[in-house]
């Protein structure tokens, strides 16, 4: 009866998981430590068939396996206060099975116990559910693994991004006087006020960027762009482009990059007086692309350092103007785009696990739990 019990719970706890397989799990189970050689002899084939009935992959080489199951069996006594020590009472089990489970890689200690009993057949109705005891921490296939191998797309030295963008491009006219004054500060009304108003364009572009994610939090990208028109000259425009980005990982599926940015446009136009500097931020967010790269949807905006200005277009006419019209621009653009990734960088640990990771080292005290 308990020995069903034991199958009806160990099924209970894998019936979700439908066609998982736990057959990429290795298993090592080294000679049981025990006084009695049948008592070695009985747990480790025991422990052996209940391992390979479940599903896991068992392995004779330590270094193969993914987890180490150790077995002891070792009499059981009784401590009194005084520290004195004596087998237990004839009417009480006399000996404890210690059941331990390590994890090989790092020889962290996940499960400690120990088991009563008397007579080694009594423990046919109690493998099984000491062996489910014992696995309940381990995933039912490399799941962990899947999943690190699932965020190697976010965690790369090196990307190459390509994009396709649409700036919206606003230049506001600067503080020019539309009305002509003459001698007696009064509107000369033989000029006529001359007809600007801001300009917005909407143009397209493309931008290739190269990418150093020199920190888990921190990367910079180098930026080359295209503009395919000027609002105020329509000419073909490139620039370059300087990103400092602040990567977010939320989950193994996302990325989120903030960033601030510099970018100086290549000056093609003739008689148009561009600064050399613009300055700005932005927000970039990623989707899984396949294990190497991302989709990512980009928003940004950018203001020009200092004034543009460009020749009056009514030096000609007979219209109240200066000689050089003065400008503000800022461009708010969006993109879409791929990026994809090389060389993988080392998996980022939490401080706060790297110390739980030194203090588990250190540690090298068996706990059993006495049932």
């Not at 653009?333 to 790297?354: A, C, L, M, Q, T």
Request: proline share 8%; glycine share 6%.
């Amino acid at each position: 009866m308990k020995r069903l019990i034991g199958i009806f719970i160990f099924l209970a706890m894998t019936i979700p998981v439908f066609a998982q397989s736990r057959e990429d799990i290795l298993i090592h189970i080294p000679p049981v430590v025990a006084a009695r050689p049948d008592h070695g002899l009985f747990f480790k084939e025991n422990f052996d068939a209940e391992t390979a009935a479940a599903g896991y992959a068992l392995t004779e080489v330590y270094n193969d396996a993914d987890y180490i199951l150790r077995l002891e069996v070792r009499q059981n006594t009784v401590i009194y206060e005084d520290g004195f020590e004596e087998p237990a009472p004839p009417d009480e089990p006399q000996f404890l099975l210690s059941v331990i489970l390590v994890q090989r890689e790092d020889n962290v200690e996940m499960v400690a116990f120990s088991f009563p009993f008397t007579e080694v057949e009594e423990m046919y109705e109690f493998n099984l559910f000491l062996l489910y005891q014992a696995m309940a921490t381990v995933p039912l296939t490399r799941l962990g693994d899947l999943e690190a191998d699932d965020d190697r797309w976010r965690n790369k030295w090196f990307y190459i991004r390509g994009s396709l963008d649409f700036p919206i491009t606003v230049h506001a006219l600067r503080n020019v006087r539309s009305v002509q004054l003459d001698n007696n500060g009064q509107p000369d009304t033989s000029v006529r006020p001359m007809p600007l108003h801001h300009v917005i364009d909407y143009s397209a572009g493309i931008t290739l960027g190269f990418e150093l994610q020199y920190l888990h939090w921190m990367s910079s990208e180098l930026a080359f762009l295209v503009r395919f028109g000027d609002p105020l000259s329509n000419a073909f425009i490139p620039g370059l482009g300087i990103q400092v980005k602040f990567p977010i990982k939320p989950g193994i599926h996302f990325m989120i990059e903030p960033y601030v940015m510099a970018q100086t446009q290549l000056n093609t136009i003739r008689d148009v007086h561009i600064p050399p500097l613009s300055l700005g931020g932005g927000v970039q967010f990623g989707v899984k692309g396949g294990p190497s790269g991302a989709f990512f949807a980009d928003a940004s905006f950018l203001y020009t350092m200092g004034k543009i200005t460009t020749p009056s277009p009514y030096e000609a006419m007979n219209y109240n103007h200066p000689n050089r019209i003065p400008w503000n621009r800022w461009v708010i653009s969006f993109g879409i785009g791929y990026k994809i990734g090389f060389f993988d960088r080392p998996p980022h640990v939490p401080r706060s696990e790297r110390r739980n990771n030194n203090n588990n080292n250190n540690d090298n005290d068996l706990y059993f739990q006495e049932w």
